[in-house]
């Protein structure tokens, strides 16, 4: 293998590639990066065998050929060069990598030994900008267990042409909290629903990989792929049966409060301090009669706090109690300058949306008193 290549077009590409090898794992080869130089091209992979990651660069190439190198030391010293040309080659056992000013040696481990990483059907393809779906991966990723113990919901529940044709509905949830985003307006070759989880580790990388133009969806029974530009990014998808969240989201309300959200985050992260420890417990008052909402938090080994705030107030006065966590980052992730708070009551699901996105809801259980 031998080849040139900009220095910062290989940068780019590893940067996207190395994020999901580890030095964690036992197995070596899963710590290095695959390159592949082929006819005026470069192409770069990487998996842990959940997911995968192939992207392709521009290379002048003088000898076809492939092996691999560890992505994270590859990476970082790429990182040190200067914006130039580099040369590339590789020779015995060892890729050598020249600069204008300096030339370095870096042991390789065989081609062979790197996982095959799987094609996935194209079957199927479904297209939407960049750019808004990153904006509803992040809006549900933080919802999904951090943990595997209930396998279904350490995912991110895709469901296409769902609740309408052309519309692709996306849903996270840790049993504690619920937030579910409709992204309208997606071009499909397709139509009839496809319903899959996708781990949410996958996603969250996906998010810090593509570009604001078009990505390219391809779901399939067991895999799913993304495409944006030069770069693919599969995952494995999780076999099981999505809680049918459904039917505990409530129809109908006791409280509306609308409410600048500036000011309620501001608030909530002031009591956050006065919080009990392991609890995270604040308290929230609605008044309806003066069209107030009172923050307040009590920690008998620190003292207490009370913000008052105005609200447009509908319905009965009501209380409830809330994680702060869980609360401030439904919150943050409302679009717009005004949030809406539906209630029922201290033990029901509370609903919250924005009057600027029909789109989004979020749901957060109160702590029971």
């Known amino acids: 293998m031998r080849l040139k290549v900009v220095q910062e077009n290989l940068l780019n590409a590893l940067l996207k590639v190395c994020r999901i090898s580890s030095t964690k794992t036992n197995l070596a080869i899963l710590q290095n990066v695959l390159l592949e130089a082929e006819d005026n091209s470069l192409k770069l992979s990487t998996t842990n065998l959940e997911m995968a990651i192939k992207t392709k ?7 076809k050929g492939k092996t691999t190198v560890p992505s994270q030391i590859f990476l970082n010293y790429v990182n040190l060069l200067d914006k130039a040309t580099l040369e590339i080659q590789q020779v015995g056992e060892e890729l050598i990598i020249k600069s204008k000013k300096s030339q370095t040696k870096i042991r390789t481990i065989p081609a062979e030994e790197y996982p095959i990483i799987p094609k996935t059907e194209k079957n199927i393809k479904f297209q939407k900008s960049g750019e808004l779906f990153k904006k509803a991966l992040k809006q549900v990723n933080f919802t999904a267990s951090p943990t595997e113990t209930r396998i279904e919901i350490s995912g991110i529940y895709l469901k296409f042409h769902s609740p309408k044709e052309n519309e692709l509905t996306l849903v996270g949830t840790d049993s504690y909290r619920l937030a579910e985003k409709v992204v309208p307006k997606v071009k499909t070759t397709t139509k009839g629903k496809i319903n899959i989880i996708v781990p949410v580790k996958s996603l969250i990388d996906l998010d810090k990989i593509i570009s604001n133009g ?14 944006d530009q030069n770069t693919e990014i599969i995952s494995r998808t999780i076999i099981g049966n999505y809680p049918d969240y459904k039917q505990i989201i409530p129809q109908s309300f006791l409280t509306k409060v609308i ?3 500036d000011k309620l985050i501001k608030a909530i992260k002031t009591a956050s301090l006065f919080s009990r420890t392991g609890i995270n417990d604040i308290n929230l008052k609605i008044q309806s009669d003066n ?11 620190i003292g207490e706090t009370r913000t008052e705030l105005d609200a447009d107030v509908k319905g009965d006065d009501n209380e409830v109690a809330f994680n702060y966590h869980y609360l ?12 809406v708070l539906k209630i029922i009551d201290q ?5 919250i949306t924005s009057p600027v996105d029909k789109n989004y809801l979020y749901l957060v259980m109160p702590i029971k008193k």
């Open 259 to 261: 409410i600048n959200k």
């Open 214 to 227: 078009t990505i390219e969806i391809y779901p399939s029974e067991n895999q799913i792929l993304f495409i």
């Open 57 to 63: 660069i521009r290379a002048k190439v003088e000898e």
């Open 328 to 339: 401030l980052e439904g919150i943050i992730n409302m679009p717009g300058e005004e949030i």
């Open 291 to 301: 069209n107030k909402i009172i923050i307040s938090s009590v920690n008998n080994q």
């Open 347 to 351: 033990e029901s699901p509370v609903m």
